[in-house]
Each structure stands twice: as C-alpha cells, then as structure tokens.
C-alpha cells in the first residue's frame, strides 16, 4: 500500500531540489523590475487599446523609469553562468544597450500617446514587443 505522506514528501523534495538548482533568481532587483515591468506592460497595452492616452502616459513614464533603474542591474544569467572579466563586461554591454534601446522604443511610444496617435502608439508597442523577445532570448534564465 503506497503512503499518501511519502508522495507528499516525494514531491515536496522533487520540488525544493528544482528550487535549489536555480538558486534564487526571483530573489533579484532584476527580477522585481521585470515583474514591474510586465504588469505595467499588460496595462499599458489595455489603456492604448482603450485610447486612454492619460493613463497609458502615466504606465509608460513608470516604465521608463524601472528601466532605467534595472539598467544597472546583473542579469542572473551571467552569475549562474559565472561570467567574469572581459566576457562579462562585454554581456553587460549589450544587455545594457538593449536597454537603451528597450528605453528609445518607449520614448517613441510616448511621444505617440501625447499625440494622441494610437496607429503610431501600436507600432511602438510592436517594436518594444520585439525588444522584450530580443532580451528574453539573450539574457533571461531558466528558472
């Protein structure tokens, strides 16, 4: 007869060894940035849709600012990886420039909602949704 506590168990170890492989990237400044960042993305894409150009002014100046702020951050990718030196100077370069860029998108976007142009607020949106894979695929863990 299979004892429901050993499953339990079974599973809440299986559970803490993934938790321990991929040490603590959810415990980052990054990660809280970025969490900040989807939320504010998901409502920002509502207010554009909406034509709420006040509000999507508002989410937009909110993101602007945590990307700045997470700018400076390390992706957890490069310390699970153990990048140092050179290497890492030179990944912290291009994450940093997909920031940058990350940051000239949403500047181009809310120059489109002042304008009160959802066409060109779209397109924008488009573009900073291109650039959310670019730096998915380059610097996200799995974790």
Do not use: W
Request: proline share 1%; glycine share 8%; with cysteine.
């Amino acid at each position: 007869m299979i004892n429901p506590k050993m499953i339990l168990g079974g599973v809440l170890l299986t559970a803490s060894a993934g938790v321990f492989a991929h040490g603590h990237c959810g415990d980052t400044a990054l990660h809280e940035d970025m969490e900040t960042l989807k939320t504010e993305m998901k409502s920002l894409s509502f207010e554009v849709k909406k034509g709420n150009f006040e509000a999507a002014d508002a989410r937009i100046d909110t993101i602007i600012a945590t990307l700045r702020e997470s700018r400076e951050e390390t992706p957890y990718l490069f310390k699970e990886k153990e990048l140092a030196g050179g290497e890492l100077a030179e990944r912290q370069a291009d994450y940093q420039s997909v920031i940058d860029d990350t940051i000239t998108a949403f500047e181009a976007l809310d120059a489109a909602v002042m304008a009160k142009d959802a066409g060109a607020a779209r397109t924008a949106l488009g573009e900073v949704g291109n650039l959310r894979k670019k730096g998915h695929r380059a610097f996200k863990a799995d974790c």
